[in-house]
């Protein structure tokens, strides 16, 4: 069945860079996307990336590919306090639009 | 700026209470998802509307939750009774007809039942 997994923890200092990986099972994912949910909040569309694609960046923001692994990754350049959050990866198949969600990496800031 | 808006933010209820979420989506929007967030997971679908149809109801527990968007513009999810399991957050989210690629989120309704 359809799964899509990510470690759940991330702590970063302020500055650096963050990478939040994913992985997932369904081969016939047509669309992946990165969705950023504040405390008390719904969840924020980041980005997304098309399945024949193996990058795409949008300022500070760098989603990588590999579609052969089934692995996702986002990297947020220059890290700031207001980027703490919880970041799910999801992927849609083609079969409907349906979005599995994974369970969210919870991205802390360190001074 | 154009958001899905919820009510309530919060609700609090007894267990074997009769509990209504609303969700009104942004306009013009005709596709509209309810799910469910248990804490530390991603959300769930539960139901999913094309208009005023039901597009997707598979994980929607249909014993005690009913859904309905009788005019195809805003919605009502129901919990009769509600049970300690169904404490959580209660997402709505729309999308433009054609557009698959963003679903636009509400706030949430967090329900606790004690």
New interface residues.
Partial sequence: GED?EQSLFLSVREGDSSVINCTYTDSSST?LYWYKQEP??????LT?IFSNMDMKQDQRLTVLLNKKDKHLSLRIADTQTGDSAIY?C?E?GNR????I????TRLHILP | EAE?AQSPRYKITEKSQAVAFWCDPISGHA?LYWYRQIL??????LV?FQDESVV?DSQLPKDRFSAERLKGVDSTLKIQPAELGDSAMY?C?S?DRGS?????????T?LTVL
């Fill in positions: 899509v669309y008390g909040a719904g969840l924020q569309l997304y799910f999801a849609r409907d639009d349906k979005i969600f994974g369970k969210g | 899905v596709t530390g997971q991603g959300p769930e679908l999913q997707d997402l989210a999308r698959y690629n963003e679903q636009f989120f509400g706030p949430g967090r």
